[in-house]
């Protein structure tokens, strides 16, 4: 069984002032053409399709294009759970009228999991979808006091799960939160790539869940960290998000992770790669010199640009000067050039033993973080004479 999984997709994200559904739109056209050519037996979102709980009118116009387009147009199933920035109420609505059209939506968690199954030439493949929940809400669900935490709650769900387990069948686990290996400690036995327009799940270590729970399945479809990525195994992986939407995210890949199911229910992973309408890219240097490459540069000025400026001095509106030529400049930052108090030179245990030009080199290289020019060194030995000689010339 051929699966395409994606995970995140945010629509309606807003970054940095800049809304990203024509951004969207134009990868999902990719991802229409990917289904059209390669025919998958499933597609898999798992979770935040919105960015927010209450998304705008464009964001639910444009999923609604893209679900029609994928399951009644290209015939090709869909299985989506809420994540945790969507309303699980809200995905929920009209799910039992879809499933009959192919589109299997799982918005509020249920006490005992449905699974969805879809066949091949080689038979069954369970999928059990399992929607993003709070803790205290499952622990209202299974009246079991002792689920405090995220991985308290995956443990339980797993455990009702497996009651209606057959492992003489593929079995294929969706879920959204932050899955990894746990060591004794109950940490986090490996680091895994996270992204800074990631909405933590909880405070503190509470959102982990340990990816041991998931061993039995033959593969786990993940959604919530931005970055795709593998945990432990080809078994369990994160699709990452459709785009990027931080600069956090700048060296990621963005696409589809492709798995090939075999009869034996052992995984071959592909991943196709989206080329974005713009990219996300940081750009460093002086502001002419940036300004004046831009103007010939063969890259696209129209992608989202993080600036950081490298200039002495102060600079006259380089905001305006930039977005002449690069028109979504997002971030704009100076270099920064005052060192922690403590590398400075200027100790004061020494201060005394030093001549007023060595004080003023060390004062300078403190707060420029470069040493002072030969120019500048000659000036202030004059500037040191004058005040010497108490303001006279000579």
Known sequence: MKIFHTADWHIGKLVNGFYMTEDQEFVMEQLYEKIEEEKPDVLIIAGDLYDRSVPPIQAIELLNKALYKIVMELKTPVIALAGNHDSNERIDFGSELLRKSGLYIRGTLKRNIEKITLNDEYGSVNFYPIPY????????????????????????????????????????????????????????????????????????????????????????????????????????????????????????????????????????????????????????????????????????????????????????????????????????SREERIRAVSHTKTDASNIKEKSKLDLFKDFYEDIMGEKSSEEEIEFMKKIIEKAERGGKEE
Not at 245 to 258: A, L, N, P, V
Not at 277 to 289: A, H, M, P, Q, S
Request: net charge negative.
């Open 133 to 332: 929940i709070d803790p205290p809400i499952a622990r209202d669900l299974y009246g079991d006091k002792n689920i405090k935490t995220h991985d308290d709650a995956m443990r339980v769900i797993l455990e009702h799960i497996k009651e209606d387990f057959n492992q003489n069948e593929r079995n294929v686990a969706i879920a959204h939160g932050y899955v990894t290996y746990i060591n004794s400690e109950n940490e986090a036995a490996m680091d895994l790539e996270e992204s800074e327009s990631e909405k933590p799940l909880s405070i503190g270590g509470t959102a982990v869940i340990n990816a041991a729970y998931f061993e039995d399945f033959n593969y786990t479809a993940l959604g919530h960290l931005h970055g795709p990525q593998k945990v432990g195994s080809d078994k369990i992986r994160y699709a990452g998000s459709l785009l990027k939407y931080s600069f956090s995210e700048t060296r990621q890949k963005k696409g589809i992770t492709i798995i090939n199911l075999d009869g034996e229910g052992k995984v071959h992973i592909d991943f196709y790669k989206f080329n974005p309408k713009r990219d996300f890219r940081v750009i460093k240097g002086e502001l002419k010199e940036l300004i004046d490459y831009g103007s010939c540069s063969p890259e696209n000025n129209e992608d989202y640009i993080k600036v950081i400026l490298t200039d002495k001095g102060e600079l006259l509106d380089p905001m305006a000067k930039l977005r002449s030529v690069y028109p979504n400049v997002m971030e704009l």
